[in-house]
Nanobody, 125 residues
């Protein structure tokens, strides 16, 4: 089993920045791809960004390209999401996810077995 704990959410004005962190524990050696998803009230959980185990493959949703940056530290079992130029439409609960499959399509929600509890990000206009 793998446990994921997110931190770093909060309230920020439009144009501001936030940095989310996700710490993994447990059977971390089984983790391959990691990703961030978000879910706004009344909406489905959407893909934001994903990174492969080695970090050589990174995928961003079009809505966050150029504003968000994912990074991963396998030695510390952490993944971070730097969010700049935030917009009100970025408001959502952000979830960290980990996949235990090396063949998973990591832009898909179904690729992930493990999920964090989520952290709220609110961007005011």
């Amino acid at each position: 089993q793998v446990q994921l704990v997110e931190s770093g959410g909060g309230l920020v004005q439009a144009g501001g920045s936030l940095r989310l962190s996700c710490a993994a524990s447990g059977r971390t050696s089984s983790i391959y791809g990691m990703g961030w998803f978000r879910q706004a009230p009344g909406k489905e959980r959407d893909f934001v960004v994903a990174i492969s185990r080695s970090g050589d493959r990174i995928y961003y949703a079009d809505s966050v390209k150029g504003r968000f940056t994912i990074s991963r530290d396998n030695a510390k079992n952490t993944v971070a999401l730097q969010m700049n130029s935030l917009k009100p439409e970025d408001t959502a609960v952000y979830y960290c996810a980990a996949s235990d499959s090396d063949s998973a399509v990591i832009i898909r929600l179904t690729a992930y077995r493990y999920w964090g509890q989520g952290t709220q990000v609110t961007v005011s206009s």
